[in-house]
């Protein structure tokens, strides 16, 4: 996922509620849908949701293109995988390719790819301030059960967070490797998975740093306390984000139904 940007839009000027809302509407309403010609339309209506933010089409995807390979190999395990009519058979593996695959493998590439793109938007439109304020209000009556709000949204924030850090200290090891004369796109299977293995430990290593920066920073604001934290600006519900909610309630109202 990608970090918070900055921008005066309509889809940053909306409640953090609203938009954890329609997030959480937004991904069920998707594996609902099982018709390929309504979920072809879903990342062309994310696109202009990301054009209303200001966003660039480009730079949305560029933030999810460590999921590509993972959607890959999910639409091609369906695709060979899938019992069905064969159309193209490979007699020396032993597998086909069926027309139920190539649907289903499709179908669930277009779902999956559209709750990324979705999640991908929502983290760089929210930010962490926001998301964390948001998601204790949504959370605020599991409070007559006990449960800590205040710090169950942190820590939910913290790990949304951290997978956009967990990228940029990868690349960064791999580009100082590369400049050390290792090249991860050449030589055998073996050869690549001990210069990956190589990678992992100081990507750990500045993990680890970064870890615990971020422990004394909140030790030094007295995260961690019984004391209870207030909020440097007051969110509230506007005519925007009626809309929003209205849209939403609408658009996943349809798949449900109808698709």
Known sequence: M??????????????????????LAFIPAIFSSSDVYVLMFLPALLFFVASLASLSVFFVLRGIRFFFWLL??????HLFFTPGDSFYPFPILGIDMSRQGAVTGLRVFLQLFSVIVAAN?????????DMVRGLEQLLSPLKFFGLKTAEAALMITLVIRFIPVLRDELLKVMKSQQARGVVFSEGSLVIRAKNLVAVIG????????????????MTSRAYGSDVERGAYEKKSFKGRDALAFSL???????????Y
């Open 2 to 23: 990608g970090q918070y940007i900055p921008v005066d839009s309509f889809i940053h000027r909306l409640d953090p509620r609203t938009k954890i809302i329609a997030l």
């Open 72 to 77: 890959l190999f999910t639409a091609l395990f």
């Open 121 to 129: 938007i929502f983290t760089l439109t929210t930010s962490p301030r």
């Open 202 to 217: 100081p990507v750990f290593c500045r993990i680890f740093d970064r870890t615990e920066t971020l422990v004394l920073a």
């Open 248 to 258: 939403v309630i609408v658009f996943a109202y349809t798949l449900f139904v109808k």
